[in-house]
């Protein structure tokens, strides 16, 4: 079946500091989104891109569609303690169906 | 607004126990799904549904039923707990299938089976 390598699986940075993170697979997909999970809680949508090429921005967040529709990657800038958590991807491949695939995350640790 | 609302948040099973999670969504979502996360495996699907009265399965679904008889409500159901189903397991909604819609997330059941 269709898989995402996410990378890194962990970072630790200093606050203030830009963090990027990405996917990749040998499969295409349709759509590609980025969730950011905390402790105890469900993922929580982040950026949503529809478009081969997009890039679309939501504060300090910046995400892209790769141009091959094979990957995509997350940038946070200027991190901040309270972006600690995990970040998944997440794509939904061709065909029209709802099923999305999920990368294993990237922990993100933010030291102040 | 409540969203997804999932429950219990926790629970504990004996192994060969059944048990039925509770998922509820207040947005008239017609799609719903139902997920898995145990540690450094992201979250895999297990059933899903795109309408009241229609399921299919996804990528684990063994040890697993589900049914869809409103849209507001997707329960899942253990009928014989195994250790093996011990993880977190997330419910989730998004607006209608095929619109290509993000999906939305309750907050999860921690499972544990003994």
Same mark, same amino acid.
């Given at each position: 079946?269709?898989?995402?390598?996410?990378?890194?699986?962990?970072?630790?940075?200093?606050?203030?500091?830009?963090?990027?993170?990405?996917?990749?697979?040998?499969?295409?997909?349709?759509?590609?989104?980025?969730?950011?999970?905390?402790?105890?809680?469900?993922?929580?949508?982040?950026?949503?891109?529809?478009?081969?090429?997009?890039?679309?921005?939501?504060?300090?967040?910046?995400?892209?569609?790769?141009?091959?529709?094979?990957?995509?990657?997350?940038?946070?800038?200027?991190?901040?303690?309270?972006?600690?958590?995990?970040?998944?991807?997440?794509?939904?491949?061709?065909?029209?169906?709802?099923?999305?695939?999920?990368?294993?995350?990237?922990?993100?640790?933010?030291?102040? | 607004?409540?969203?997804?609302?999932?429950?219990?948040?926790?629970?504990?099973?004996?192994?060969?126990?059944?048990?039925?999670?509770?998922?509820?969504?207040?947005?008239?979502?017609?799609?719903?799904?139902?997920?898995?996360?145990?540690?450094?495996?992201?979250?895999?699907?297990?059933?899903? &549904?795109?309408? /009241? +009265?229609?399921?299919?399965?996804?990528?684990?679904?063994? =040890?697993?039923?589900? #049914?869809?008889?409103?849209?507001?409500?997707?329960?899942?159901?253990?009928?014989?707990?195994?250790?093996?189903?011990?993880?977190?397991?997330?419910?989730?909604? &998004?607006?209608? /299938? +095929?619109?290509?819609?993000?999906?939305?997330?309750?907050? =999860?059941?921690?499972? #544990?089976?003994?």
């Amino acid at each position: 079946g269709q898989q995402l390598n996410q990378s890194p699986q962990s970072m630790f940075i200093q606050e203030g500091e830009d963090v990027s993170m990405n996917c990749t697979s040998s499969s295409i997909f349709n759509t590609w989104l980025w969730y950011k999970q905390d402790p105890g809680e469900g993922p929580v949508l982040l950026i949503a891109l529809y478009k081969a090429g997009e890039l679309t921005s939501n504060g300090r967040l910046t995400a892209q569609f790769g141009i091959t529709r094979k990957d995509s990657f997350l940038n946070i800038s200027a991190s901040i303690p309270s972006d600690v958590g995990i970040y998944f991807c997440a794509g939904r491949p061709p065909g029209g169906s709802e099923k999305l695939v999920f990368g294993k995350g990237t922990k993100l640790t933010v030291n102040p | 607004n409540a969203g997804v609302t999932q429950t219990p948040k926790f629970q504990v099973l004996k192994t060969g126990q059944s048990m039925t999670l509770q998922c509820a969504q207040d947005m008239n979502h017609e799609y719903m799904s139902w997920y898995r996360q145990d540690p450094g495996m992201g979250l895999r699907l297990i059933h899903y &549904s795109v309408g /009241a +009265g229609i399921t299919d399965q996804g990528e684990v679904p063994n =040890g697993y039923n589900v #049914s869809r008889s409103t849209t507001e409500d997707f329960p899942l159901r253990l009928l014989s707990a195994a250790p093996s189903q011990t993880s977190v397991y997330f419910c989730a909604s &998004s607006q209608r /299938a +095929g619109l290509n819609q993000p999906q939305h997330f309750g907050d =999860g059941t921690r499972l #544990s089976i003994l």
